[in-house]
Protein backbone atom coordinates (compact mmCIF):
# COMPACT_ATOMS: atom_id res chain seq x y z
CA UNK A 1 0.00 0.00 0.00
CA UNK A 2 1.19 3.17 -0.68
CA UNK A 3 -0.16 7.17 -0.61
CA UNK A 4 0.57 9.20 -2.84
CA UNK A 5 0.16 13.00 -2.17
CA UNK A 6 0.23 16.01 -4.41
CA UNK A 7 -0.97 19.38 -5.23
CA UNK A 8 1.48 21.64 -2.54
CA UNK A 9 3.26 24.54 -4.09
CA UNK A 10 3.72 27.92 -3.40
CA UNK A 11 0.88 30.51 -3.49
CA UNK A 12 0.56 33.99 -1.85
CA UNK A 13 -1.30 35.40 1.34
CA UNK A 14 -5.22 34.85 0.98
CA UNK A 15 -5.07 31.70 -2.04
CA UNK A 16 -5.71 28.23 -2.00
CA UNK A 17 -4.51 24.91 -2.93
CA UNK A 18 -6.27 21.65 -3.09
CA UNK A 19 -4.43 18.55 -1.94
CA UNK A 20 -4.68 14.96 -2.64
CA UNK A 21 -3.71 11.65 -1.61
CA UNK A 22 -3.65 8.99 -3.49
CA UNK A 23 -3.84 4.94 -2.01
CA UNK A 24 -2.71 2.41 -3.92
CA UNK A 25 -2.91 -0.98 -3.19
CA UNK A 26 -5.52 -3.40 -1.46
CA UNK A 27 -6.33 -2.14 1.50
CA UNK A 28 -9.36 -2.75 3.48
CA UNK A 29 -10.98 -1.65 7.02
CA UNK A 30 -10.35 2.25 6.78
CA UNK A 31 -11.18 3.95 9.58
CA UNK A 32 -10.14 7.47 9.00
CA UNK A 33 -8.10 9.53 6.58
CA UNK A 34 -6.37 12.73 7.62
CA UNK A 35 -4.91 15.10 7.02
CA UNK A 36 -1.05 16.65 8.89
CA UNK A 37 1.27 18.75 8.45
CA UNK A 38 4.74 19.81 9.96
CA UNK A 39 6.07 23.32 9.88
CA UNK A 40 9.66 23.96 10.19
CA UNK A 41 11.02 23.11 13.35
CA UNK A 42 7.71 22.38 14.51
CA UNK A 43 6.13 18.97 15.51
CA UNK A 44 3.43 17.31 13.17
CA UNK A 45 0.35 17.98 13.88
CA UNK A 46 -3.18 16.77 12.62
CA UNK A 47 -5.56 18.48 10.54
CA UNK A 48 -7.99 17.25 9.16
CA UNK A 49 -10.27 14.13 9.30
CA UNK A 50 -12.98 12.15 7.59
CA UNK A 51 -14.31 8.53 9.02
CA UNK A 52 -16.19 5.83 6.74
CA UNK A 53 -19.78 7.64 7.24
CA UNK A 54 -18.73 10.91 5.75
CA UNK A 55 -18.29 12.54 9.15
CA UNK A 56 -15.22 15.27 8.94
CA UNK A 57 -13.45 17.44 11.64
CA UNK A 58 -10.71 19.80 11.83
CA UNK A 59 -8.19 21.41 14.31
CA UNK A 60 -8.97 24.93 15.24
CA UNK A 61 -6.27 26.95 13.13
CA UNK A 62 -8.04 25.42 9.95
CA UNK A 63 -11.96 25.55 10.77
CA UNK A 64 -14.02 27.12 8.39
CA UNK A 65 -10.81 27.84 5.38
CA UNK A 66 -9.86 24.00 5.17
CA UNK A 67 -12.43 21.49 3.79
CA UNK A 68 -11.60 17.87 3.83
CA UNK A 69 -13.36 15.33 1.15
CA UNK A 70 -12.64 12.15 -0.77
CA UNK A 71 -13.37 9.92 -3.23
CA UNK A 72 -14.40 6.10 -2.16
CA UNK A 73 -14.12 5.02 -5.45
CA UNK A 74 -10.82 6.19 -6.29
CA UNK A 75 -9.45 5.63 -2.64
CA UNK A 76 -8.33 9.30 -2.48
CA UNK A 77 -8.72 12.13 0.20
CA UNK A 78 -8.43 16.30 -0.56
CA UNK A 79 -8.13 19.03 1.36
CA UNK A 80 -9.01 22.36 0.02
CA UNK A 81 -7.17 24.93 1.46
CA UNK A 82 -8.73 28.43 1.40
CA UNK A 83 -7.86 31.73 2.31
CA UNK A 84 -4.18 30.55 3.31
CA UNK A 85 -1.97 32.08 6.14
CA UNK A 86 2.04 32.49 6.52
CA UNK A 87 1.00 29.97 9.22
CA UNK A 88 0.18 27.51 7.00
CA UNK A 89 3.30 26.95 5.43
CA UNK A 90 4.35 23.02 5.88
CA UNK A 91 4.88 19.70 4.43
CA UNK A 92 1.41 18.12 4.88
CA UNK A 93 1.16 14.59 4.99
CA UNK A 94 -2.33 12.15 4.41
CA UNK A 95 -3.11 9.23 6.73
CA UNK A 96 -4.93 6.37 6.40
CA UNK A 97 -5.83 4.05 10.22
CA UNK A 98 -6.94 0.82 9.73
CA UNK A 99 -7.50 -1.87 12.52
CA UNK A 100 -4.08 -3.41 11.36
CA UNK A 101 -1.89 -0.29 10.71
CA UNK A 102 -1.62 3.41 9.81
CA UNK A 103 -0.13 4.70 6.42
CA UNK A 104 1.38 7.22 6.07
CA UNK A 105 2.20 9.59 2.19
CA UNK A 106 5.52 10.84 1.46
CA UNK A 107 4.47 14.59 2.03
CA UNK A 108 3.53 17.80 0.10
CA UNK A 109 5.26 21.05 0.58
CA UNK A 110 2.76 24.07 0.85
CA UNK A 111 4.53 27.61 1.41
CA UNK A 112 2.30 30.80 1.81
CA UNK A 113 3.74 33.89 1.21
CA UNK A 114 3.13 36.98 2.06
Known amino acids: VQLQASGGGLVQLGGSLRLSCAVS????????MRWYRQAPGKEREWVAG???????SYADSVKGRFSISRDRAKKTVFLQMNSLEPGDTAVYFC?????????WGQGTLVTVSS
Open 50 to 56: IIPNGSV
Open 95 to 103: NVDTPYRTY
Open 25 to 32: GSITGIKA
